[in-house]
């Protein structure tokens, strides 16, 4: 079973900044593909930022030069940095990741975590 477990949400004002991490555990093989999904209320999900187990990203064009992604492979542990927040930031992030599991080693599958809530108001 393998679990991704988001933390670092919550409330901030506009220009302020937060670090959101994910941590994957359980029977995990490898993992492949990390990245940070977004949905506001009434807006379909929508990439936010990528790294590939090369460290190659790739970011939306609303947060460019805004937020960082970064992941740990030792600890399985994906990063988002978020500086410059604007109110429109403000929604659910969810991270995914693309990763193998020992008794299906040559299928890569998608797994979520259940989401951070990002707030960013004055």
């Known amino acids: 079973q393998v679990q991704l477990v988001e933390s670092g949400g919550g409330l901030v004002q506009p220009g302020g900044s937060l670090r959101l991490s994910c941590a994957a555990s359980?029977?995990?093989?490898?993992?492949?593909?990390m990245g940070w999904y977004r949905q506001a209320p009434g807006k379909q999900r929508d990439l936010v930022a990528a790294?590939?187990?090369?460290?190659?990203?790739n970011y939306s064009d609303s947060v460019k030069g805004r937020f960082t992604i970064s992941r740990d492979n030792a600890k399985n542990t994906v990063y988002l940095q978020m500086n410059s927040l604007k109110p429109e930031d403000t929604a659910v992030y969810c991270c995914?990741?693309?990763?193998?599991?020992?008794?299906?080693?040559?299928?890569?599958?998608?797994?979520w975590g259940r989401g951070t809530q990002v707030t960013v108001s004055s």
């Open positions: 359980g029977s995990i093989f490898s993992i492949h593909n």
């Open positions: 790294i590939t187990s090369g460290d190659s990203t």
């Open positions: 995914c990741a693309v990763l193998r599991v020992p008794w299906n080693p040559d299928s890569d599958d998608d797994y």
